[in-house]
């Protein structure tokens, strides 16, 4: 008898233990499509050298490429969608940064400013 009283409480007390506990479902980041993922930073690549007083002197959105210029200074952003669905963004300075070292570097501050970073 003893020992079924106390497996009874033992099972009370596992129930009521169990009770208070609660399992959240895991946090799950929205989706973004990857066109809308492309045009925010494609638009933060645009507007990050135009920030700094360059000349857009070509895009080409479907090669994701936009060139830049401001004096002997060339600047030209890739914009490239990866399989995963991020973007990857490289931009490339040629022609003569002696005349400006730090444009490169401005160019890329504004756009990770942009893009909230």
């Known amino acids: 008898m003893k020992a079924v009283i ?3 409480t033992v099972a009370f007390a596992l129930a009521a233990g169990l009770a208070g506990c ?8 929205p989706q ?23 000349n857009i002197t070509a895009e080409n959105r479907a090669a994701g490429v ?4 401001r004096g002997g200074i060339t600047m030209r952003a890739n914009v490239i969608p990866q399989a995963d669905g991020r973007v990857r963004v490289e931009f490339n300075a040629s022609g003569a940064i002696s005349e400006d070292p730090s444009l490169p570097d401005r160019v890329s501050r504004s ?6 970073r």
Not at 32 to 54: E, I, K, L, T
Request: hydrophobic share 40%.
């Open 111 to 116: 756009y990770d400013a942009r893009l909230g």
């Open 22 to 29: 609660y399992v959240y479902d895991p946090y799950y980041p």
């Open 6 to 8: 106390a497996r009874v």
């Open 66 to 69: 936009i060139e830049g210029r």
């Open 32 to 54: 973004v499509s990857p066109q809308a993922a492309f045009d925010r930073y494609w638009g933060a690549a645009m507007d990050a050298m135009r920030d700094q007083g360059m």
